[in-house]
């Protein structure tokens, strides 16, 4: 069987109180209203991390580096005609200020109430070990 996978890189964005930052799906994508970790597909050639620091300048307007970038868990979800592995990692330093260039909406969260928020299939494994970690 030939599997074709997406690989998609998010962020944990972990604010001085310990909180992440989450955003909702825009109307014209899929899941639309789920919240999400930010963060996105990554290109041919691209790294995982290099995919993360594009996206998160393109959706969020703020700048990281690599080595701020803390890998911390993965998720591996069938998605309709491809399989989905989701690298999440921690990130506690950025430049800018957090805006919603591309979500309706944007939130800070403790990890606990991550478990209320309607959110995609992928990521909602990834609370309990984010919640461990944080």
Same mark, same amino acid.
């Given at each position: 069987m030939?599997?074709?996978?997406?690989?998609?890189?998010?962020?944990?964005?972990?604010?001085?109180?310990?909180r &992440?930052?989450?955003?909702?799906?825009?109307?014209?994508?899929?899941?639309? +209203?789920?919240? !999400?970790?930010p963060g +996105?597909?990554?290109?041919a +050639?691209?790294?995982?991390?290099a995919?993360? /620091?594009?996206?998160?300048?393109?959706e969020?307007? /703020?700048?990281?580096h690599?080595?701020?970038?803390?890998?911390?868990?993965?998720?591996s !979800?069938?998605?309709? *005609?491809?399989?989905?592995?989701?690298? &999440? #990692?921690v990130?506690?330093?950025?430049?800018?200020?957090?805006?919603?260039l591309e979500?309706?909406?944007?939130?800070?969260?403790?990890?606990?109430e991550? #478990?209320?928020? *309607?959110?995609?299939?992928? *990521?909602?494994p =990834? /609370?309990? =070990?984010?919640e461990?970690? /944080?």
């Amino acid at each position: 069987m030939n599997t074709s996978f997406l690989t998609v890189s998010a962020a944990a964005l972990v604010d001085r109180d310990g909180r &992440l930052l989450v955003q909702k799906r825009p109307v014209e994508r899929a899941m639309a +209203g789920l919240w !999400e970790f930010p963060g +996105g597909k990554c290109e041919a +050639g691209e790294t995982p991390e290099a995919a993360l /620091i594009r996206e998160l300048k393109e959706e969020l307007g /703020i700048e990281t580096h690599e080595s701020c970038l803390a890998p911390a868990c993965f998720a591996s !979800e069938p998605l309709g *005609d491809v399989h989905l592995l989701l690298l &999440l #990692y921690v990130c506690r330093k950025w430049k800018g200020v957090v805006q919603p260039l591309e979500a309706p909406e944007l939130r800070w969260v403790y990890p606990r109430e991550l #478990y209320a928020l *309607d959110m995609p299939p992928a *990521d909602r494994p =990834l /609370i309990g =070990l984010l919640e461990a970690l /944080i």
